[in-house]
């Protein structure tokens, strides 16, 4: 079980069949992405704009928020995470 702070967020099962679902990497990092991408929604920080664009705040500092759009192809996140796809993307998927 994958916790955030205290709270039980995604077993390790479900972040894997995310990974498989989604075509990611089934690596200690990228189940741990997973997870916290899981606690984003979890905890509502994640607010749809419209199609293709969303919000979403940060965990720790909760006057910042990072915005999410989809293409046809991809996501962009203008978060500072240099790994793609970021937590924030994860979330919005």
Known sequence: MFTFGYSPVMNLDD???????????EDRPALRRIARASALCHHDLVQCLDASSFIVRSQNEPDMQYQVVS?????QCNCPDPIVPCKHIIACR
């Not at 293409?71 to 996501?75: A, C, L, N, R, T």
């Open 15 to 25: 972040a894997r069949s995310f990974a498989q679902h989604s075509q990611l990497e």
């Open 71 to 75: 293409g046809e192809d991809s996501y």
